[in-house]
């Protein structure tokens, strides 16, 4: 997950796409332009074998305005890699 925000606070989005889990990768990515992360906070990891939980907070600013990406995400572990799956409704 830190290093998931990582890339995207250096506008890394091979690496992100590189994390991703392939059954739900998007083709490409694009990042927003002029968006500037602030912090990211994990509140709650649970794992569970080769698969995780990841609840986090990520505060970012574009335009003056200030945003806040709060989601409970899903991973899995395969072939000793960490892969981003989904992002878990109602969580």
């Known amino acids: ?3 998931r925000y990582s890339a995207f606070v250096r ?3 091979a690496y ?4 991703w889990h392939p059954s739900t990768r998007p083709p490409t990515l694009e990042l927003e332009p002029g968006l500037r992360w602030l912090g990211l906070e994990v ?3 649970r794992p569970d074998g080769d698969t ?3 609840e986090f907070v990520a ?3 574009q335009g ?3 945003h806040r990406l709060h989601e409970t995400s899903h991973f899995v572990r395969e072939g000793g890699r960490w892969f981003y ?3 878990l409704a109602g969580a």
């Open 1 to 3: 997950m830190r290093s």
């Open 11 to 13: 506008g890394l989005p």
């Open 16 to 19: 992100l796409l590189d994390t």
């Open 43 to 45: 509140r709650r990891h």
């Open 52 to 54: 995780a939980i990841v």
């Open 59 to 61: 505060r970012s600013k």
């Open 64 to 66: 003056g305005r200030a």
């Open 85 to 87: 799956v989904d992002a």
